[in-house]
C-alpha cells in the first residue's frame, strides 16, 4: 500500500543552525502538508502546498520557514534558524484531491526534532 | 478556549467492552476526520465524516457526525489491546479570515487492559 515516508527519523541541531526536513508524499497526490506536534500537545497545521506554491499557512509558519519541492518525488520544509522551541515532531502529509474543500490526507511517521 | 474539544481524554477500558470518544468543534465544521496515533508516531487514518448525519464503519469502528450540534463521536465495540492508542480528531474550520484552515483536537488516549 503506498505511504507517505520521512527522512531522517530523528534529527538533533544546534540552536541557529538550519535544517531540512524531507518527505516523499503519495505518488498520485497533488496536496501537500507540513504539521508539528511540540510534544504532550495538540498537532498544528504550518502549511499546505499545491501546485507549487504555499495554497494555506498558519501564524507559526513564519519567514523561518519554507517549503519546496525540488523534483517530481521530495516535499521539503526548511527551518533556516533553529530555535529551541521548534522542537517537535514534524509530520508530511498528502492528499490526492480536494473536493469541496475536505479531503483524506495521509500522514508520515514523522521526523523528531530536537533543537539543543 | 480550543477549537476541537475531545472527550474524554484519556480512557482505560476491560478488553471486550464499548467505548465512545466525542469531539465538539466551537466553529462551523467542513469536514471531520478521524485518526490514531501510536504514542511517537505518525498518523493513522481511520475515516472522514463530511455531511450530518454521516455515519461510517470500519472493522469495530464507528463513527458519525452531528451537523448541527458540530460534534462527532468514535464508537470502538468490544474493543481490543490493539485499539490502543492516541484518537485524534481532525477538523476543517473557518478562521477569522474567513479561511478555512484545519484543526485539531488534544487527542483522548486510550488503554485497554487484558
Known amino acids: 500500500e503506498p505511504e507517505v515516508t520521512q527522512t531522517p527519523s530523528h534529527q538533533v541541531t544546534q540552536m541557529g543552525q538550519e535544517v531540512i526536513l524531507r518527505c516523499v508524499p503519495i505518488?498520485?497526490?497533488?496536496?501537500f502538508y507540513w504539521y508539528r506536534q511540540i510534544l504532550g500537545q495538540k498537532v498544528e497545521f504550518l502549511v499546505s502546498?499545491?501546485?507549487?506554491?504555499?495554497?494555506?499557512k498558519s501564524e507559526i509558519f513564519d519567514d523561518q520557514f519554507s517549503v519546496e519541492r525540488p523534483d517530481g518525488s521530495n516535499f521539503t520544509l526548511k527551518i533556516r534558524s533553529t530555535k529551541l522551541e521548534d522542537s517537535a515532531m514534524y509530520f508530511c502529509?498528502?492528499?490526492?484531491?480536494?473536493?469541496?474543500?475536505?479531503?483524506?490526507?495521509?500522514f508520515g511517521p514523522g521526523t523528531r526534532l530536537t533543537v539543543l | 478556549s480550543q477549537e476541537l474539544e475531545q472527550s474524554p481524554q484519556s480512557l482505560i477500558v476491560q478488553e471486550g467492552k464499548n467505548l465512545t470518544i466525542n469531539c465538539t468543534s466551537s466553529?462551523?465544521?467542513?469536514?471531520l476526520y478521524w485518526y490514531k496515533q501510536k504514542y511517537g508516531e505518525g498518523l493513522i487514518f481511520l475515516m472522514m465524516?463530511?455531511?450530518?448525519?454521516e455515519e461510517k464503519s470500519h472493522e469495530k469502528i464507528t463513527a458519525k457526525l452531528d451537523e448541527k450540534k458540530q460534534q462527532s463521536s468514535l464508537h470502538i465495540t468490544a474493543s481490543q489491546p490493539s485499539h490502543a492508542g492516541i484518537y485524534l480528531c481532525?477538523?476543517?474550520?473557518?478562521?477569522?479570515?474567513?479561511?478555512?484552515?484545519?484543526?485539531f483536537g488534544i487527542g483522548t488516549k486510550l488503554q485497554v487492559i487484558p
Open positions: 502529509a498528502s492528499s490526492e484531491a480536494r473536493l469541496a474543500g475536505i479531503d483524506t490526507q495521509y
Open positions: 505518488s498520485n497526490h497533488l496536496y
Open positions: 502546498f499545491y501546485n507549487n506554491e504555499i495554497s494555506e
Open positions: 466553529k462551523t465544521l467542513y469536514g
Open positions: 465524516l463530511q455531511k450530518g448525519g
Open positions: 481532525g477538523a476543517r474550520v473557518e478562521n477569522s479570515g474567513g479561511y478555512q484552515k484545519v484543526t
